[in-house]
């Protein structure tokens, strides 16, 4: 099905982000998936052709475009011919909001050019051993020591944790459930240390990692956003969160629907190609409805959010069908490419791999699930206050 929200601007920037796919980040995908971190060189590359925090201020060296659709060409360009583990929209969408919308003039003026130039790359510190989907678990502790506040605790499965120059921290400041506040801890302060390099199953060019504050003094003026207000800001951004999340895995189901039909219609068995079998020809009509079914909510979704109208239920709808079609997808395309697409050298293997974290991370299908029925009034939370 056409898709009817983009203007000529857009697709002029898709040209040029395709581009920049094409010719700076595939050609080092193999050497990245190797070395299980991208090089720094990239987002300095990113930085150059305007693409990394669009929607910054002019001021602090953005272009001041606050319109989604550039941020979902960049991912659906990225999936067809970049590397997942340049997760440039982690650092421009998912991180550097916080600085932008939370920081003090003073914060942004301090952080936000080296964001936008790629200089500093940024991370976001949520999880930890025994806290996940439920951040109230949250153990990592800052206390005001009146000139600084001191910093105690540890994260894990940080994306971007070994490259990341800048980390959003996410605290416990009072002994209430929701008692959190974000601070930004920088590369070099004495005591925050990281672990390895996470192996993982998939996503294997990007660096997922633990952290270790022990005794950090995190000056005053990192603080950022208000003091015991972290819980309340970390759900503000997660209607974009999970938006970002459900156009970057249906291009990822996209991306291996294209490789699986030009692979079916060449691979041939009993005399005629893979893709004349009514089998093949049946999944992948299958496949393409649910796609564009798909692809016709999001972009709903995307304007939505343009005009600040996307509510938290259709945004969680939007990850959790996206996430469970690629999951879907990924799986009907492997088995169509046989032998071959259990071997690492084609990529729906790796597609495969990497779909898997999608229904994890970002908020699992099961919150989702949550989030959707308690919009439906199904709470049982409220049903046993009222007893
Ligand atoms: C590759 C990777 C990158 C990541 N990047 C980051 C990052 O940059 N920053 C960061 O902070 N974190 C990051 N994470 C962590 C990720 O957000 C968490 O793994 C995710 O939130 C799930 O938490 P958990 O792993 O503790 O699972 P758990 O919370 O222990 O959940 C285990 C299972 O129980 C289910 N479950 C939990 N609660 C409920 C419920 N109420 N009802 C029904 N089922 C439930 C879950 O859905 C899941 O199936 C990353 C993780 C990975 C693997």
């Known amino acids: 099905m056409d898709r009817n929200i983009f203007e000529d601007e857009h697709e002029m920037f898709r040209d040029a982000a395709r581009s920049f796919y094409k010719n700076e980040v595939m050609p080092q995908g193999e050497r990245w998936r190797e070395q299980g971190i991208v090089d720094r060189e990239a987002y300095l590359q990113a930085g150059e052709q305007g693409m990394l925090l669009m929607w910054a201020d002019e001021q602090y060296g953005g272009a001041g475009v ?59 510190a949520i999880t930890e051993a025994g806290a996940g989907s439920d951040v109230s678990g949250i153990r990592t502790k800052a206390e005001d020591k009146g000139d600084h506040y001191l910093l105690n605790g540890s994260k894990t499965f940080i994306s971007n944790g070994i490259l990341a120059d800048l980390v959003i921290v996410v605290a416990r400041t009072d002994t209430s459930r929701h008692g959190l506040s974000l601070f930004v801890v920088e590369r070099g302060m004495d005591g925050f240390e990281r672990g390895d390099n996470l192996k993982k199953m998939g996503l294997k060019s990007q660096d997922t990692a633990e952290m270790f504050f022990n005794d950090v003094k995190v000056p005053k003026e990192n603080l950022l956003g208000e003091w015991n207000r972290g819980f309340y800001q970390l759900m503000h951004f997660l209607a974009e969160e999970r938006l970002i999340g459900a156009c970057q895995y249906l291009a990822n189901a996209e991306a291996a629907f294209e490789v699986t039909l030009e ?19 049946f999944k992948f009509a299958d496949m393409r409805t649910q796609m564009d079914m798909a692809q016709a909510f999001i972009d709903r979704c995307v304007m939505d959010h343009n005009d600040g109208e996307l509510s938290a239920e259709d945004a969680a709808k939007a990850k959790l069908f996206c996430s469970e079609l690629e999951g879907r997808v990924t799986d009907e395309c492997l088995q169509l490419h046989g032998g071959n697409g259990f071997m690492d050298e084609y990529p729906i293997s790796r597609m495969y791999a990497n779909a898997r974290i999608s229904r994890i991370y970002a908020g699992s299908s099961e919150i989702m699930r949550e989030i959707i029925a308690r919009s439906l009034g199904l709470d049982p939370r409220k049903k046993s206050k009222s007893v």
Not at 81 to 109: A, C, N, W
Not at 263 to 281: C, H, L, P, S, W
Request: hydrophobic share 35%.
């Open 66 to 124: 606050q319109d989604f659709r550039y941020e979902q060409i960049l991912i659906e360009e990225m999936a067809r011919y970049g590397e997942p583990g340049f997760f440039m929209t982690l650092h421009s969408r998912l991180v550097g909001p916080y600085i932008g919308e939370l920081g003090t003039d003073e914060q942004k003026q301090r952080w936000l050019p080296k964001c936008i130039s790629g200089e500093h790359i940024l991370a976001v």
């Open 263 to 281: 692979y079916t219609q060449e691979r041939k068995a009993f005399g005629q190609a893979i893709a004349d079998f009514q089998n093949t020809r």
